[in-house]
């Protein structure tokens, strides 16, 4: 039992409450194993209807991963690696078919982690302290816990745009991706939280939720990536990362050039290894086998030069000045890209039918 994790009932309701808020809830071994046992448990309760996760308070909701811990493990050649991607994969599976009404009330920062314990579930609520974002390119990893089933089904190229930028994105953006699927102020979330504790659960338990959410539902206004979304299918279209680039650059846009810029920090090798990896899940036939294609890519990651760049530059040292090798897209060739999706020495994932 993690002791960052905490489980109530409100009637029929089960709630998870994330509590490591000195660290940003990211998630540890413990808590994903805790949270894995429990939802399966629910699952077999007829008394429990539906599930809600929510934090304690404070900044976030889920920051993601606990990196740094990774990256300290990776380097021991510790099996705590594998056993983490492992259950937190089979975690996300396990939310993604859950059975039953599953509903994620995300207030503050969301990422990473955070975002496979949330985008996967039956509905997302996010308040306008909401930050989205898959960040992984820039500390030498990939956008993972599912994001190559859920960033291609994204409308038209979002989902390459905020896989390969790692852009933070707020309320009504997540609503526009469909990362979300409602909006509540974040004044309003315990009350939220409290009139879904107050169903009446017969019938449809699933419509029984959205027509509450639907009733609920705030506005969070304009979604700000609209006005680039044109431009945005046009250039995260190509087949490459280079011919990315150069749509931008022909673009002749101030939003343009900060995307050049933005682009041009991450790892070139995980740039290249994102693009392969969102065409692929886009022709995946079911989310299994885009968990068990994650898993082989980030057991082949995590002992990579550019993941222990990566977290050195942005949690170690926290120079934000990592010394990418390949230092250039030129130099990533595809056999480089090619040897993150080879089989593992070990067996592939296993995931419960």
């Not at 250039?235 to 041009?264: H, N, P, Y």
């Not at 926290?318 to 089989?343: C, H, N, Y």
Request: net charge negative.
């Amino acid at each position: 039992m993690s002791m960052h994790i905490r489980f109530d009932r409100q009637g029929a309701l089960a709630v998870v409450t994330l509590d490591r808020q000195p660290a940003l809830n990211a998630l540890t071994l413990d808590m994903v194993a805790t949270l894995d046992d429990r939802l399966a448990a629910w699952a077999n309760e007829a008394d429990v209807a539906a599930v809600v996760i929510r934090s304690a308070g404070g900044r976030a909701f889920c920051a993601g991963g606990d990196i740094r811990a990774l990256h300290d493990a990776s380097k021991r050649r510790d099996p705590y690696v594998r056993d983490f991607y492992r259950t937190e994969y089979r975690l996300n599976h396990r939310i993604k078919t859950y059975g039953k009404p599953y509903i994620a009330l995300i207030d503050g920062i969301v990422m990473g982690g955070g975002v496979g314990l949330s985008v996967h579930g039956s509905l997302r609520v996010v308040s306008e302290r909401c930050q989205f974002a898959m960040p992984e390119t820039g500390i030498g990893f990939f956008p993972d816990v599912g994001s190559s089933w859920f960033l291609p089904r994204c409308p038209g190229q979002l989902g390459t745009y905020l896989g390969l930028t790692g852009a933070r994105i707020g309320a009504a953006d997540a609503l526009y991706c469909g990362a979300a699927t409602h909006y509540a102020a974040s004044v309003d979330m315990a009350g939220t939280l409290d009139e879904l504790g107050r169903i009446s659960w017969t019938g449809d338990h699933r419509g029984l939720v959205t027509t509450l959410l639907d009733r609920l539902a705030g506005d969070p206004g304009p979604a700000p990536l609209a006005a680039h979304r044109p431009a945005i299918d046009r250039c995260f279209a190509a087949d490459t990362v280079e011919e990315i680039l150069g749509r931008l650059a022909a673009e002749k846009t101030a939003w343009a050039e900060e995307t050049i810029a933005v682009l041009q920090r991450k790892s070139p090798t995980s740039l290249k290894v994102t693009l392969r990896q969102l065409r692929l899940g886009a022709a995946l036939g079911d989310f299994a086998a885009a968990m068990r294609m994650e898993y082989r890519m980030a057991l082949h990651a995590v002992v990579g030069e550019d993941f222990y760049e990566g977290v050195r530059a942005a949690l170690i040292d926290k120079d934000q000045a990592p010394r990418w090798r390949p230092a250039t897209l030129a130099e990533v060739s595809d056999a480089m890209v090619g040897r993150f999706f080879e089989p593992l020495e070990e067996p592939d994932l296993e995931l419960a039918a």
